[in-house]
């Protein structure tokens, strides 16, 4: 599911991005069309260091960096990034879905 949502976010797009994260907040879908506009070639490299499982819910501590190159600078810069994220069973236990990222 992090490399689903790793692969909407170098898309660039946020209908991809909701795809994967279907509980994208407002603010997120904001922070992201504003970087989206900023950015070129983004690369969103992350890593879960950290899992938790608790019946059919997962915690999952990710880390990584967003790298892209600046559309009014030229230069490339790294935002590094660590979030939480929330995983959940799909009913009759066909996979899980990207419930919460924090």
């Known amino acids: 599911m992090i490399a689903d ?14 795809r994967a994260y279907p509980g994208l ?23 879960v260091t950290a899992v938790k499982v608790v019946g059919t ?3 999952a501590i990710v880390t990584g960096v967003y790298e892209y190159d600046n559309v009014r600078t030229g230069r490339t810069e790294r935002l590094p990034v660590t979030f939480r994220a929330i995983l ?8 899980w879905r990207l419930a919460t990222v924090r």
Not at 5 to 18: F, T
Not at 26 to 44: E, I, M, N, T
């Open 5 to 18: 949502y790793a692969r909407a976010v170098e898309s660039r797009d946020l209908s991809e991005v909701r």
């Open 25 to 47: 907040t407002p603010a997120q879908q904001q922070g992201w069309k504003d970087l989206f506009q900023s950015a070129r070639k983004l690369k969103a490299s992350l890593t």
């Open 57 to 59: 819910t997962v915690e």
């Open 88 to 95: 959940v069973a799909e009913p009759g236990g066909w996979g």
